[in-house]
């Protein structure tokens, strides 16, 4: 069955620490690659998106996330959190032809000031 | 800008009876999904409008049914509720000649059921 699947669940960091959530899918073609966030009491939002070209992306708030095809992974990195980036992330992976995103259960991150 | 406006935020219903929720999509949008998000897991896909037809569904049975409307607006139905539907409903909308219809996700609604 076609699958997202985010290894850490909690992740609890200090202030300036590095930070890097593991996205890892299992579709054989082609697919669009996001990474959400959802700050507590808000609603999801995009973060950064995949979709051809340098596998290295670029996001909102200093996030970058990395495709790498031969290991169908997508994971979100960060040099220096923030207390504010204390939230929950999500991975979701489209598969090309189809209309529905697929999601990981999620990390929820905690800052520590 | 109005983003993706959803209501009820809260619903609490009982089991066997039925609901309907309500999305308005972000201005200029004309594609609407919807999701189920329980507990401690990510959003699952329901289905999705386009043109007023459902033109994809997840793996959810027939007791859940939706409705668009002209002015892009959706519904979504659920029927017979069970204690498992229990969960945030979240809506999405995109363009369809966006690109790679990018979701824009509402602030969801509760759906209690006792």
């Known amino acids: 069955a076609q699958s997202v699947s985010q290894h850490n669940h909690h992740v609890i960091l200090s202030e300036a620490a590095s930070l890097e959530l593991g996205c890892n899918y299992s579709y054989g073609g082609t697919v669009n690659l996001f990474w959400y966030v959802q700050y507590p009491g808000q609603h999801l939002q995009l973060l950064l998106k995949y979709f051809s070209g340098d596998p290295l992306v670029k996001g909102i708030k200093g996030f970058e996330a990395e495709f790498i095809k031969s290991k169908f992974s997508f994971n979100l990195r960060k040099p220096s959190v923030q207390w504010s980036d204390t939230a929950e992330y999500f991975c979701a992976v489209n598969q090309r032809g189809t209309y529905k995103y697929i999601f990981g259960t999620g990390t929820r991150l905690k800052v520590l000031a | 800008d109005a983003g993706v406006t959803q209501s009820p935020t809260h619903l609490i219903k009982t089991r066997g009876q039925q609901v309907t929720l309500r999305c308005s999509p972000k201005?200029?949008?004309?594609?609407v999904s919807w999701y189920q998000q329980a507990l401690g897991q990510g959003p699952q896909f329901i289905f999705q409008?386009?043109?007023?037809?459902?033109?994809q569904r997840g793996n959810f049975p027939d007791r859940f049914s939706g409705h668009q409307f002209p002015n892009y607006s959706s519904e979504l139905n659920v029927n017979a509720l069970l204690l498992g539907d229990s969960a945030l409903y979240l809506c999405a909308s995109s363009l369809e000649t966006g690109e790679v219809h990018e979701q824009y996700f509402g602030p969801g609604t509760r759906l209690t059921v006792t």
């Open positions: 409008y386009y043109e007023e037809e459902e033109r």
């Open positions: 201005s200029g949008h004309d594609t």
